[in-house]
């Protein structure tokens, strides 16, 4: 039976940016390290390599780094413009991408930007290749930590989120080599035969048994078009919206306190996406309802939209018909879990930082309420840390969670708070239509449930089976 890959990695980086950070990328690897071995439990050894920390001196120190990244399950490469300049780092990326594939993986890639190298040309890398295969991953940006010191709650929040990330991959278990075939048994030799010219046959393909049989959905229908997830890991977050947030951005916010700690206990699946207008328009054909109001919506729309004139109650019919097509458990997000995906590891207001900047800068808002014209295609812009776009701004999005009027009393785990409360329904995020302070990660909104507005959608949330 196949295993969860071990928890051994690489880190990769240039030891000129180790010496200018005054050793602070040093401490930061022994922090993950310490964070994945909490996640990991005692039965396996968590190992980071770090060639200053386990190269012996005398040793071949190509030979120890070859060796190294061949005995890793997951590489993080500390970018910065000095290691996209260094020969040596570019190689170490190429090296650890062979043995990705050799595994028949993609995902055990970790970019840790440490700072931002966005504006950096493919010429300016030593090897554009290695900056291309870094943007095709979903990036780790510690930048706007990297003058924090280290042993703040902001640095191991995010480092939290980033050990919870490995660790999900690791337990993705790779598929075991097929056993070699038994020889067949000997047969009495025939008498030569006259060779008889023929075409060379084509190989057998192999076929590699799955780990375990594969789940029975009660119902399979291949063409349901099914809603990208990221895998968000546990951790543990402050909810709520400190005053001088308030202060800053003119609001009250009352109803987001008391600042409460919650903790994530288990990993849970979000979409990447809010639910588009082409996901949702399957559902609704063969629901009978594709005469409703999304469908007929004033808005200049398509397909990557994503869908608006939704109901609470439409949104849970979405997501038991999904269900029921996929045979996963999918669902609404609670407030919580909403609240720790948008701030992805951040405490600022927003998971870029703490002002909003222009509308259509990093979200689609408005500067006056109402003004914004509609929505704009899922995805236009750059994800936040856990690889979830437009979690601010677009569209306000549906909760688990009945409205409660301030958080004394709330849970700490992350669950719905389904106790008490108005028949009103919670909603985050903002929209193309809300002005800035309400994008931001922490701040409550509610509608009635029979509420359908151009500017209200939802995202679905699936259980981690």
Known sequence: ????????????????????????????????????????????????????????????WLKEIHKALGESSFLIPIVTPAFLESEMCCLEVTHFHQREQELGRGDLIFPFRYIDVSDM??????????????????????????????????????????AGSIRAALRRAVAPEPPPEEPAAKAKPEPPRPAVPRSPERPRPVVVPPTKPPPVPRTVTRDVPVPEMALIPVGHFLMGVPEAESKREGTDDSNARPQHQVTIARPFWLGKFPVTRGEYAAFAVETGRGNEPWASTT?????????????????????????????QTYRLPSEAEWEYAARAGTTSARHWGEDAGKPGEHAHFSEIPGSAGGTCPAGSFSPNAFG?????????EWTADPWHGDYQGAPSDGSAWTAGGAAYRVVRGGSCSAVARFVRAACRYHFDPADRFDFLGFRCGRVQE
Do not use: C
């Open 1 to 60: 039976m196949a295993e969860p890959l071990k928890p051994i990695g690489f880190w990769s980086y240039t030891s000129s940016d180790d010496t200018r950070s005054g050793g602070r990328l040093s401490q930061l690897r022994r922090l993950l390290a310490d964070e994945l071995q909490l996640l990991i439990g005692r039965r396996q050894q968590v190992h980071i390599f770090q060639d200053v920390a386990a190269i012996p001196h005398g040793a071949d």
């Open 388 to 396: 979830l776009h437009d979690m601010l701004g677009n569209v306000w």
């Open 121 to 162: 040309e493919r010429k300016e890398a030593h090897d554009p290749a290695v900056l291309d295969l870094l943007n095709s991953r979903q990036w780790f940006d510690f930048a706007p930590l990297r003058h924090r010191p280290p042993d703040t709650e902001e640095v191991a929040t995010r480092l939290a989120a980033l």
């Open 299 to 327: 808005l200049r729309q398509n397909d990557r939209h994503p869908v608006v004139n939704v109901r609470h109650a439409d949104a849970l019919a979405y997501l038991d018909w999904l269900s029921e097509k996929t045979g």
